[in-house]
């Protein structure tokens, strides 16, 4: 590109006549700096020395006029810097007429603006300002009443009210945060938000007061949407001309300190009052304080008080656009190795923060922008909900992305020159390959392993055990006895029962052979029928006292704490007897890896105990329709499973589309045969990275669009 260069004859742009230049703050690097302020857009503009220099004659009508007088002082003109400086003016509207060529220069702007209404129009329901009232008058005379709140002493009694109620609070903690169930209530509710509305206008109070405090007009008080959501604004851009940082600093903090002041005074009334409407506005005023002040505004990686206090703590009056002008030329610097002189001559460390900055701000954006958008898809009937998600992605994400990638395509000449570029090109061009080469072959579940006619050998009955006939290992047949146990006091029961069933049975035998006891035999015969009912029951008791094998197999997981003359509970388990027969894996497959699987394929059972041995097993079966719920416990999250499940009563339901799957176990078994949950690893269909994205993409579209 060819550098422009003026001839002597050609015109400056004339400048506005109701522009002013004022003295501003140093910069950065402590050289000094002016402000242009534009009093009909309330506007300010800083510059720098050298530009300052070039304004100074710029009356002098001409390029070669402004040449003569730069030179008288020893300086000379740079045609380079010119052109940035004109470029600056017309962009900027400070001119009267548009340099060179009007009409041109007219239609392109024309252009833009129209462009830019348009693309305005897509996200104006995300951030607009509605200007309410212009409190400069009202200001100046009510700050005679607001001049205290700035005294030393206040603040001292503030600190000292902050403290105690920090104590108190502390001390009552758990009465205090109980306090929020009150306002789960309607009225709870209301009480919270005209709380609410009464902290932030004290807070924006603060702004204007501080800033009329200094000096500085407050042209503008009002409320903003983000998001649909209002919040108040101020308008302090007057306090650009201040050069003192210490005023600046206390302007930006003055809605800050409103709030933690009026947090410190809540905490320590709160102790004091009785539960009322006065505790929960104490309550409610104190919690929005502390949250709000600390939480939001302070954050600095959007416009809010810690940005600009940030801002000027540090001296850098446009932080943002320097740090990501100083962050742009890092990356460059990182990916091409361009060797370029950074935007801003700052001491490494200083610059190096700002990067820092930089790159903090945008991936925090990144994932803000991404909330915001789930948030206006949500806020909006489906079709203009995911119309206005993409927008939001577009804009706030994609657009700086392409400019930045436009800006690298117009400096492709020098980038194709450094040795740099061509290992960011690797290195990126292996990323890609890796995203779109179809190399992922492999899905992965949690299932659950079930041993083959496993079944647990336990107790019915509560005993000591007398015969023991249990050994890890050791192969048993159907209705082995293995376990005997004995109680005495059952067993002494029984012999009682027999004792009175012979009685019994005398006194009918007696009653049929004398009429005498007729009557008493009757009533014996209820009774023998009876007891012989109850000595049924205690026999079937003390049979259930022997436990067998109720199938055939191999001893697991024998109790190594039994031995004869231990008493046992009712259902305490033995042992586990595992019968021969293959074992199976039980898990459920995301509906969008449901292509990639087919029966008979092979894989690979992974238990989480690192102790068990992975197994080899054969997808045998795949559900064709998705499960109502989930069957196993163990798999849903509830319970640590990789399922996300809601709970309606007793059922576990999946919140996606899940498939049962069975897998046959082929080679090897567990170490015990108790259940093992684990990985299920199955071959499938090679899929790329790409791919994959693209396919979730496309069913998660299609599912919210109700396609």
């Known amino acids: 590109m060819s550098a422009v260069t003026y001839p002597d004859h050609q015109a400056l742009p004339a400048l506005r006549e109701e522009l002013r230049i004022l003295r501003g703050a140093p910069l950065i690097s402590g050289a000094p700096s002016w402000l242009i302020f534009d009093p009909v857009r309330h506007k300010y503009f800083q510059i720098g020395q050298d530009t300052f220099g070039l304004l100074a004659h710029w009356k002098s009508g001409t390029v070669g006029k402004l040449r003569e007088a730069l030179s008288s002082e020893g300086g000379m003109l740079d045609d380079a810097q010119l052109a940035r400086l004109v470029t600056f003016l017309d962009r900027s509207n400070l001119t009267l007429a548009p340099a060179g060529d009007a009409v041109r220069v007219f239609e392109a702007q024309s252009h833009e603006q129209k462009r830019s209404a348009t693309m305005g129009m897509l996200h104006r329901y995300l951030f607009w300002r509605i200007p309410l009232f212009r409190p400069s008058r009202f200001l100046d005379q009510t700050l005679w009443l607001a001049e205290p709140f ?35 209530s309607i009225e709870g509710a209301l009480l919270y938000a005209v709380s609410l509305i009464g902290v932030k206008v004290l807070h924006e109070l603060g702004h204007a007061y501080a800033a009329t405090r200094s000096g500085c007009r407050v042209p503008t008080m009002g409320i903003a949407f983000i998001v649909l959501w209002p919040v108040l604004y101020t308008d302090t851009t007057d306090a650009w001309r201040l050069r003192d940082r210490r005023t600046r600093l206390l302007i930006d903090g003055a809605g800050i300190m409103v709030e933690l002041m009026l947090a410190a005074i809540a905490l320590f009334l709160w102790a004091f009052l009785d539960d009322g409407p006065l505790r929960s506005v104490a309550f409610t005023v104190a919690t929005i304080g502390i949250v709000s002040s600390l939480l939001i505004n302070l954050n600095p990686f959007m416009r809010f008080d810690g940005y600009y206090l940030l801002s000027d703590a540090i001296g850098v009056q446009n932080l943002q656009a320097c740090g990501f002008a100083l962050g742009r030329w890092q990356l460059r610097e990182i990916l091409f190795g361009l060797g370029e002189e950074p935007p801003e001559n700052l001491p490494r460390a200083y610059r190096a923060g700002l990067v820092a900055y930089a790159w903090g701000t945008w991936i ?3 994932f803000l922008f991404i909330a915001i958008a789930l948030l206006v898809y949500t806020l909006f009937f489906k079709v203009l909900g995911i119309f206005l998600f993409i927008v939001e992605i577009i804009w706030f994400i994609l657009r700086p992305i392409f400019a930045e990638v436009r800006e690298w395509w117009k400096m492709r ?9 061509w290992l960011t090109l690797a290195f990126v061009g292996s990323l890609l390959a890796a995203a779109v080469i179809p190399w992922h072959g492999t899905v992965r579940v949690q299932g659950v392993m079930e041993v083959a006619n496993a079944q647990r050998v336990y107790t019915s009955q509560p005993g000591q055990i007398a015969v023991l006939n249990l050994e890890e290992g050791a192969q048993v047949a159907t209705g082995d006895i293995l376990v005997t146990l004995q109680d005495p006091a059952l067993d002494h029961a029984i012999d009682l029962s027999q004792s009175r069933i012979l009685m019994l049975r005398e006194r009918v035998r007696r009653g049929a052979l004398d009429s005498a006891f007729l009557a008493e035999a009757r009533i014996s015969e ?19 006292l022997t436990v067998q094998a109720p199938n055939s197999g191999t001893l697991r997981d024998v109790d190594p704490l039994l031995k004869q003359g231990l008493w046992l509970p009712d259902r305490a388990v033995l042992a586990e007897i595992v019968g021969e027969g293959a074992s199976e894996v039980r898990a459920y497959l995301p509906g969008d890896a449901l292509v990639r699987l087919e029966e008979g394929t092979g894989g690979e059972f992974v238990p989480d105990d690192p102790a068990q041995p992975r197994l080899a097993v054969r997808l045998s079966r795949i559900a064709s329709v998705a499960t109502e719920e989930i069957e196993l416990p163990y798999l849903a999250s509830t319970y640590g ?5 809601d709970r309606d009563g007793e059922k576990l339901l999946p919140r996606k589309a899940q498939y049962k799957l069975t897998a046959e176990v082929l080679e090897g078994e567990l170490a015990s045969g108790r259940m093992s949950r684990g990985a299920l690893r199955l071959d499938a269909e090679p899929e790329s990275f790409a791919y994959g994205l693209y396919r979730r993409a496309i069913q998660i579209f299609i599912r919210e669009a109700g396609v």
């Open 641 to 645: 499973g990789d399922i996300a499940v």
């Open 364 to 366: 925090y954006r990144f």
């Open 526 to 544: 209820t009774e023998l029928a009876a007891e012989r009912q109850a000595l049924s029951a205690l026999e079937t008791q003390r049979a259930e």
């Open 150 to 184: 700035f005294s030393r002493l206040w603040w001292v009694v503030v600190v000292v009210l902050g403290v105690l109620g920090v104590y108190l609070t502390s001390r009552q903690w758990e009465e205090f945060t109980t306090t929020f169930l009150h306002f789960i």
């Open 413 to 421: 000449r020098e980038i194709r020159s450094t040795r740099r570029s």
